[in-house]
Each structure stands twice: as structure tokens, then as C-alpha cells.
């Protein structure tokens, strides 16, 4: 059981790190903030909500996969080299992939019921 909890404590300290130094997490938390209070004002199905819920959490584990992958950057190769920064370049472009998915399955569930 201890160990259990040590494993919640690594994960939230994970997330605790990604907040105090990723400012696009911040705007990943308003943007989710703000989704699921739009979403109380709309009458939305179980497979719209597990959409946006899948969209959503996708978009967060692709910030936090970037932001591990340049902590190991930066510990392997602290100075800038074309090849690293290559890496993390692919890693931000993963984040803005997912994210531009999620809004397409956000705007597909929206725009429909802001229209009628």
C-alpha cells in the first residue's frame, strides 16, 4: 500500500513540476477549466462528454510527455546542439497536434448546438 502511495506522490509531484515551470500549462488548465464550465451550459450526450474527457486528457499527456522529453534534453545535451533541439521541436509539434485535435472535436460538438 505504501508504495502505492508513493507512486501518486511522484505522479503529482510530476504535475506540480509541469504547473511552476510550463506556462502553456496554464493555458492548457484555462482551456480545460474553461470547456467544462461551457459544457454544464450546454445539453450534451454521454459520447460527446467522453469525447471532449479523451480529447482533453490527450492534450495534457502531450505537455507532459513534452515536457519530459526536454528535461532529458537538457540533461543529456545542456548545451544547444541542431540535433536536440530537432527533439524537442518534434515534442512541441506532438502538443500542437493534439491540441488542434481537440479543438476540431470540440468545434465539431459546439458549432452544431451554438447554431440550433
Known sequence: ???????????????SFLL?????AWVHLLATVTL?????FFHLS?????????ATASVW??????????QVIDLLHPQWH???????DL?????????????AVAAFIFIPKIIH
Open 20 to 24: 511552476r515551470t510550463q506556462t502553456n
Open 1 to 15: 500500500m505504501l508504495r502505492v502511495i508513493k507512486s501518486f506522490q511522484y505522479a503529482f509531484a510530476g504535475c
Open 61 to 70: 499527456v502531450a505537455e507532459l510527455f513534452n515536457t519530459a522529453v526536454e
Open 82 to 88: 541542431p540535433r536536440a533541439g530537432r527533439v524537442k
Open 91 to 103: 515534442a512541441a509539434a506532438a502538443v500542437l497536434v493534439t491540441a488542434l485535435s481537440a479543438l
Open 36 to 40: 467544462f464550465i461551457v459544457c454544464c
Open 46 to 54: 454521454t459520447t460527446e462528454v467522453v469525447l471532449l474527457i479523451i
